[in-house]
């Protein structure tokens, strides 16, 4: 704590004053639950306190979208309207790659223009990650590509690819834009940094609803979606990396006499360059962590084919598609990460021609052009037959059934003491403890840990979700989280320390970590469902393995960033290997593993949102059940609800990392 570090005797009474109000608030907490009785309206918030802000929003939005109009036209025509023109690029893509063309004439007849054929559309994509990533990247491509046309995916891939596409260039143009004005504008950067944090943070199903009254059931709508998610990112990457320029650049453009545009386009921006490209990773990444999400507004592609498949319990086709997800979103992964990381090449040559200068793009438009050609006499070139086609379907549910019949006594035993003896105990204990002890004892640890600020806005948040109605499913959404945030950490805490003491663990460790975390989130669902079914309890295990790897690799980071010199001092002075972990290395790596902790209830708040596909039944469930009801305001109140939670475990995991890292002598991060 911040104050606990000023040396002399006030400080020290300060810190104690704080520590001293967490207890009183826990013996008040302590007390209401001994005097409140069962039914007592500190334990159940009585219905005639609730503000009925949620349905008054539902009547207000629908309102605005579709009776409010200006000139005899309403914002739902108008949005409609855009959509049709956002649409365009998007079904060009999907035509050129998948669809083709159709031109109706006035006379009824119908030009149809047939797709590029799929040979075409592999040799460009493995050319491009060849040139950009070499040849490791390339086979990965070829071989994933080739993947989506032998499993009777093509189709559907190149949907998806389509939309990522369109999706990921609409939040990198958005977002360097707001990354520019929150970099000029202190005050704008104020203001935008909040409403990124609650971007983020809303689960995705809670904005669902108004986007599809605005732009309808379409994938345009889909695609609005994603772009809400995936663009705050690449803002706030923006405005820290222009922040991050060094003064000599500016001022040397400055000098040169550029104006304010030039000197933004010409040199802030090139010179923030790789920075800016990182950000355009995790755009690629969080987009594909929305499409199956976008698939429920009519997204199609892959996520339809797994949505499909997770409804109808076809496991074997939802596993083939998320295997297809899962291929894409590491292909484009590594290739957007070369690009990312490759250093620009300053030398200056002489002129060419620019067929000399790009020849790789010239093979590429001639190999187009003849497999064009030779597709209007060879069909398989634009359609790969489909008996050619394999499936693993029958596989996968032959599986399922397998380790179902096999290991059903081992699954049951473990599922069921795990509900009866940890997830049952503390869920019936937060829903019984008195509202008025859980937020007073929230509200005097962020005064311990943060101060006024933090403490008024874990107490504002808190009460939003009380005085909503949503304080029981508030309830049983923190008990998913914290229990799966505790064995997530169980897991991931000695897995962390054994990468980071051993060069060989973290050669083992550090390319599966890598991987789960380029898995799209739902993707998880697919192997929990095929093994244990549906339930609270198949969200734990979700939430857990799309949690693991932020804890991993901040603990194996904290581990291996302790400062030689201080490991040096423990060897001389004739610790043993516990002696050193223990003493030493854990206490510097403490601060590190804090924001360990951290990424990981984020992670696990981030998956908490899809689990309501699998029935859990907390604030995530009445955003699903929003969508369906078609409630904006109640899918936003409740999302609302579990961005505030995600919010103060942010701040308050976040500013105990900053005071330790204070206590260290080390500047927080």
Known sequence: MSDVLLTGSPARHIGKAKYLLVAMSVLFAFLVHLVAGPE????????????????????????????????????????????????????????????????????????????????????????????????????????????????????????????????????????????????????????????????????????????????????????????????????RVTTLALQRVPANIGDFATMSGSSRRQKMWMVMLPAARQNLLIGLNQIIMLTFAMVIIASVIGAGGLGGKVYQGLKALRIGNAVEAGIAITLMAIMLDQISRAIALRRPDHLVDQPKPLFQRYPLVNITLVVTLLLVVLAQFIPALHLYPKSATISTGSFWNDAVLWVSDTYYTQIKAVREATITYFMRPVKSFLLILPWPGFIAVVTAVSYAIGGRRLALMSLSLLGFILITGYWQGAMV?????????????????????????????????????????????????????????????????????????????????????????????????????????????????????????????????????????????????????????????????????????????????????????????????
């Open 40 to 235: 007592s309206w500190a334990r159940i918030y009585p219905e005639a306190w609730v503000w009925t802000i949620a349905q008054s929003l539902t009547v207000g939005v629908k309102y605005v979208v579709n009776d409010l109009s200006v000139a005899g036209v309403t914002l739902a025509e108008l949005t409609r309207g855009l959509a049709g023109i956002i649409e365009l690029p998007m079904l060009a893509l999907q035509g050129a790659l998948s669809e083709g063309f159709r031109f109706y004439q006035a006379d009824g007849s119908v030009i149809k223009i047939a797709s590029l054929p799929w040979p075409a559309v592999m040799f460009a994509v493995v050319a491009f990650a060849w040139r950009a990533a070499g040849i490791r990247v390339a086979l990965l491509s070829f071989l994933s590509l080739a993947y989506f046309v032998m499993f009777d995916l093509w189709q559907p891939s190149m949907l998806t690819l389509s939309s990522v596409l369109v999706a990921v260039f609409v939040s990198f143009v958005l977002g360097i834009m707001l990354g520019i004005l929150g970099y000029r504008s202190a005050r704008a950067n104020a203001v935008l940094m909040p409403v990124y944090d609650v971007m983020q943070t809303i689960p995705t199903f809670s904005y669902l609803v108004p986007v599809l009254l605005l732009f309808g059931f379409n994938p345009v709508a889909a695609m609005i979606a994603t772009v809400i998610y995936a663009m705050p990112p690449m803002a």
């Open 477 to 669: 959404s923190l008990y998913l989280v914290a229990i799966s945030v505790v064995l997530t950490l169980i897991l991931a805490l000695p897995v962390g320390i054994w990468a980071g003491l051993s060069t060989r663990a973290d050669r083992v460790v550090t390319p599966i970590i890598d991987t789960l975390q380029t898995l799209p989130s739902f993707v998880y669902l697919i192997p929990v469902v095929m093994l244990v079914g549906v339930g609270e309890f198949a969200g734990l295990i979700a939430i857990i393995a799309y949690s693991l790897p932020p804890g991993i690799r901040y603990t194996k980071q904290g581990i291996q960033n302790v400062v030689k010199s201080s490991i040096d001092a423990a060897d001389m002075a004739g610790c043993t290997q516990r002696q050193k972990l223990v003493n030493v290395q854990l206490p510097h790596a403490l601060p590190d593993i804090m924001l360990g902790i951290n990424q990981t209830i984020m992670f696990a708040f981030g998956m908490l949102v899809i689990t309501a596909l699998v029935g859990t039944r907390g604030l995530e469930h009445d955003t699903l059940v929003a969508i369906s009801k078609v409630q904006p305001g109640e899918g936003i109140v409740a999302g609302l609800g579990i961005a505030f939670l995600s919010i103060i475990s942010d701040r308050l995991i976040g500013q105990a990392s900053r005071n330790l890292q204070r206590q260290a002598g080390r500047r927080p991060q």
